[in-house]
T-cell receptor, first 115, second 112 residues
Framework: GAGVSQSPSNKVTEKGKDVELRCDPI?????LYWYRQRLGQGLEFLIY????????KSGLPSDRFSAERTGGSVSTLTIQRTQQEDSAVYLC?????????????FGEGSRLTVL | SQQGEEDPQALSIQEGENATMNCSYK?????LQWYRQNSGRGLVHLIL?????REKHSGRLRVTLDTSKKSSSLLITASRAADTASYFC????????????FGKGTSLLVTP
């Protein structure tokens, strides 16, 4: 597609349920990032994928969070047993080659509300 | 990797005025990028300045970089109501991984 696509755009769930958020990066972009942004706050780095290398998971806040990227393209962020503090906008970004310019192209985000 | 710290946290100006936002960082960088965010959705890349550049222009945007002071500034000239948004800087460190980290940003309000 022309840009980074994220789905769903909005998700309301009950505490304790699992959620999956999807990111479809720009075709040909080897690097993919997930960020979390709580209301009125900055972006928290969660996880980074680069090609076939092992992902940088250093930003994942707990073992309830996991992400995978299949075939070097689409990525899924999974949050298990959701808590109210997981409520946030989850932003995905991709870049052509982070070693060169590092310019990120963001999707519109998935707004998660945990009741 | 490091994150930039934007200053001020909030800025309110009238249309036609200039807006200046500052960014400070801590360690050596390859480049520094500025992004804009409308209404808490996706960020849009505005401009990238490399460590060997001191000033860069793009339309009404002017970015400066002072590596000796580890700081950058973003100037928006002749501001418009449509410039209302949050602005983030993202310094790309030399030796600390590939992830870009973002601070809390500067929230700019431009009133007609």
């Amino acid at each position: 597609g022309a840009g980074v696509s994220q789905s769903p755009s909005n998700k309301v769930t009950e505490k304790g349920k699992d959620v999956e958020l999807r990111c479809d990066p720009i075709s040909g972009h080897t690097a993919l990032y997930w960020y979390r942004q709580r209301l009125g706050q900055g972006l928290e780095f969660l996880i980074y994928f680069q090609g076939n290398s092992a992902p940088d998971k250093s930003g994942l806040p707990s073992d309830r969070f996991s992400a995978e990227r299949t075939g070097g393209s689409v990525s899924t962020l999974t949050i298990q047993r959701t808590q109210q503090e997981d409520s946030a906008v989850y932003l995905c970004a991709s870049s052509q080659d982070s070693a060169n310019t590092g310019e990120l192209f963001f999707g519109e985000g998935s707004r998660l509300t945990v009741l | 990797s490091q994150q930039g710290e934007e200053d001020p946290q909030a800025l309110s100006i009238q249309e036609g005025e200039n807006a200046t936002m500052n960014c400070s960082y801590k360690t050596s960088i390859n480049n520094l990028q500025w992004y804009r965010q409308n209404s808490g959705r996706g960020l849009v890349h505005l401009i990238l300045i490399r460590s060997n550049e001191r000033e860069k222009h793009s339309g009404r945007l002017r970015v400066t970089l002072d590596t000796s002071k580890k700081s950058s500034s973003l100037l928006i000239t002749a501001s418009r109501a449509a410039d209302t948004a949050s602005y983030f800087c993202a310094p790309k460190s030399v030796n600390s991984g590939y992830a870009l980290n973002f601070g809390k940003g500067t929230s700019l309000l431009v009133t007609p």
